[in-house]
């Protein structure tokens, strides 16, 4: 087994826990080792600080897999750490018949990230290491966790990093093309072989069960107030409006919603299931239109959702214009108005906004252009609440901290007259758990905003 000594002037991440060495922290390598193989890590002094996966042509040359003893990646390597896998899930999340099931470098399986969807994995072999251990790690979780399929949804472009091409494909059993699992009592249909990344966004899981208080309190908006009226001679509280009429709909209670970059409608669907009136799901693809559509059919919703496919930034800019235009009209009633000019066809509002997309910064270079997306999207968002109403808004940009998110929405906030009270702050579920000193897991920024006007 070759050795890779550290320089002496280094930062001190590995003993801090950090699985990564960096290639310009290498001092020399002591032994011969080929792409793959296992080394010994030490200091400049000899003392050892852990054993890994070794690949010269990434510049993480040597991924941690062990800090106390020279590692063996075989199968009952692999076996044992799935096995500690599972026990934190069924600890943490015993309700999650789905969820993910290791989470790479926070299950101290560098490389490795692995969804269960009911009794179907999907793996995601993300660095040579894990790739030539291909057999091995298969192996091993067909043992632990009895599939009845394991499918491979390695096409992300980190693998040219490491030398590898993409691919994709069945490693064991049998695996349709879609799965249908249950998230806090919803039926979602996954397509694990053609939706994004794995097919579904688990990380999210809690943070879209917190929406819950929002949904419904907001009849009295309408005018509609509950009186006591009798019913079989027995004394009941029943809905009205403003003439006294009563209210036949079940929902008359529940929020207006807009899901902006709604993939599958995972959000939709709690809205939903949690009492919403009506909610637009919007989305840029087509193909992720038709799966929350599909979604909805499977939870009887299709009478609270109305389904727009259409780019979230002109969407929410053209129902800001419309808000604009009408407001601009009604101040000059007592004016000469060309009535004439066509208005905008925007100029929705609505009780609770979500906005949930895709990481906008790549890499720190594009950090500024990112942060540009964020408050855009944001600005035309909560301009679009209705006073007194909620903005969600998450980031799953890694090289935007949290606090630079905050500042941008908070930017944002300044610049459209509103004022923000933060309600709550998220981060990933307990089936993404992370290693402190290592930020990399730290991605997933979730905040629940009270929106109203200055």
């Known amino acids: 087994m070759a050795t890779v000594i550290l320089q002496k002037a280094r930062k001190k991440r590995i003993e801090e826990g950090h699985p990564w060495v960096f290639r310009n922290e290498v001092e020399r390598i002591e032994g011969d080792a080929e792409p793959g193989d296992i080394v010994t890590v030490t200091n400049h002094q000899g003392r050892f600080l852990g054993s890994g996966y070794y690949n010269p042509q990434s510049q993480i040359v040597v991924r941690i897999v062990d800090f106390s003893r020279p590692a063996v990646m075989d199968a009952a390597f692999f076996a044992e750490r799935f096995r500690r896998c599972l026990a934190h899930r069924e600890r943490f999340a015993p309700d999650a018949d789905s969820c993910r099931m290791v989470y790479g470098e926070a299950d101290f399986l560098p490389g490795l990230i692995v969804d269960k969807f009911a009794d179907v994995l999907v793996v995601q072999i993300l660095t040579l290491g894990m790739d030539v251990r291909r057999r091995e790690l298969t192996e091993a979780l067909a043992e632990v966790f009895r599939p009845a399929g394991i499918y491979e949804r ?132 087509e193909h992720a239109i038709a799966s929350a559509r599909r979604n909805v059919e499977l939870n009887g919703f299709e009478d609270r959702v109305e389904f727009v496919t259409a780019d979230a930034f002109d969407y929410l800019r053209s129902q800001v214009q419309g808000l604009a235009e009408r407001k601009e009209r009604s101040l000059a009633a007592d004016k000469k108005v060309d009535t004439s000019k066509k208005l905008a066809s925007g ?108």
């Open 154 to 285: 390695s096409d992300v472009p980190v693998r040219e990093l490491e030398g590898l091409a993409e691919r994709t494909g069945l490693l064991y059993g049998e695996c349709p093309d879609t799965v249908d699992i249950v998230e806090n009592g919803l039926k979602i249909e996954v397509d694990i072989k053609q939706g994004q990344k794995t097919g579904y966004f688990f990380d999210q899981r809690e943070n879209r069960a917190s929406i819950r208080p929002l949904m419904q309190g907001w009849g009295a908006r309408s005018g509609i107030r509950l009186e006591e009226r009798e019913s079989e001679g027995e004394p009941v509280r029943v809905p009205v409006n403003a003439s006294g009429k009563e209210v036949a709909f079940p929902y008359w209670d529940g929020a207006t919603v807009l899901e902006c970059f709604a993939h599958t409608g995972s959000f939709t669907l709690h809205a939903c299931r949690y009492g919403a009136k009506k909610v637009t799901c919007l989305d840029v693809s």
């Open 347 to 454: 100029g929705r509002t609505w009780d609770v906004v979500i906005l949930d997309p895709p990481a906008f910064a790549k890499n720190r270079k594009s950090v500024e252009g990112a942060c540009r997306g964020y408050k855009d999207i944001n600005l035309h968002g909560m301009k679009l609440v209705n006073e007194g109403g909620y903005l969600v808004t998450a980031s799953c940009s890694y090289h935007v901290s949290a606090e630079r998110f905050l500042q941008t929405v908070h930017e944002a906030a300044v610049d459209a007259g509103k004022i923000l009270r933060l309600v709550e702050f998220r981060a990933a579920g307990k089936d993404h758990p992370r290693i402190l000193g290592v930020d990399e897991g730290d991605y997933l920024k979730f905040a629940v905003f009270e929106v109203t006007s200055r």
